[in-house]
């Protein structure tokens, strides 16, 4: 039995004819008539008597009438009044990320969505160890995950891959030379990312001449022509194009994992997590991390 047509035949019995409900819902009147008898046929029973300006309740229709009518109105104030069924999605969305993700991916992502949805706050964690989205009253992490989730309990829908090349600075490779093999590189300077193993990379013969936990760091200090690094595509490219860095060992792309947006589990999803999460699908589909 489809309850929008018990919604239907209140209004038909309140307005005391076709005509005056599809005026009122802005429907066509023979809409009304074919969804009226819809309900007649599943209940198997007639509810309304037909004339040609009015109809009138059937005995049947008066007992059903008076027994369904305070329900849906109950039912009906009690959807209206759900935060949920806002026009705009509203609230605070608290969000934990990535230094890099954050500055080079999600401050532009913003842009458009605060501007879509003005009614949102977005309040950003940035950290490079992981956060207790329950207990730290998170409701989103973008967080890179290498083979599978250490939180289970976690949902996670996955956004892109995070690949990795090998690249330096002009004024590095000009006074080292430019390494053309792995064997090559691995005499050379090396700016590594803490506690990161990479099987494609032979082990410097080195000592690493910078160690850091965050990415933008290595970046810069690549930049500053201290020695090699691998660094995500999505920081180094725009470095790439302005001449900054030179990508080297062309056969080395390593996928280090998969960006995820994740959730605590929740029987219903919060509209306003719901659509900053498919608008981040939607603009990762217009600026690719990847390339």
Do not use: C
């Amino acid at each position: 039995m489809d309850l929008n047509h018990l919604q239907l035949f209140i209004e038909v019995a309140k307005a005391g004819s076709f005509s005056a409900t599809a005026k009122k819902l802005n429907v066509e009147r023979s809409s009304i008539s074919r969804n009226i008898a819809a309900l007649e046929k599943a209940l198997g029973v007639q509810l309304l008597s037909r004339t040609t300006r009015q109809v009138a309740l059937t005995t049947a229709g008066e007992q059903l009438y008076r027994q369904i009518s305070p329900h849906l109105d109950s039912l009906q104030e009690a959807v209206t009044a759900l935060p949920e069924r806002e026009e705009q999605p509203a609230g605070l969305i608290r969000v934990t990320v990535l230094g890099d993700i954050a500055i080079k991916f999600l401050a532009g992502a913003l842009a458009g969505f605060t501007a879509r949805y003005p009614a949102i706050q977005v309040e950003v964690h940035i950290s490079n160890h992981l956060v207790d989205l329950v207990n730290d009253g998170i409701d989103v992490a973008l967080r890179v995950v290498k083979s599978k989730l250490n939180d289970s309990s976690l949902i996670a829908r996955p956004l892109t891959n995070i690949d990795m090349h090998v690249y330096a600075a002009p004024g590095y490779l000009a006074r080292a030379g430019i390494p053309r093999t792995l064997i090559e590189a691995a005499d050379h300077q090396w700016l590594i990312f803490r506690d990161m193993r990479i099987p494609q990379l032979v082990q410097p013969t080195q000592k690493p001449a910078v160690t850091g936990d965050d990415m933008l760091f290595l970046q810069e200090a690549a930049k500053a022509g201290i020695g090699i690094a691998a660094l995500p595509t999505f920081l180094a490219r725009h470095d790439v194009a302005a001449g900054n860095l030179v990508r080297i060992l062309p056969e080395i792309s390593i996928t280090i994992g998969v960006l995820n947006i994740m959730h605590p589990p929740a029987k219903q999803l919060s509209r306003k997590v719901r659509v900053f999460r498919e608008y981040l699908v939607d603009y990762l589909s217009v600026h690719p991390l990847v390339g």
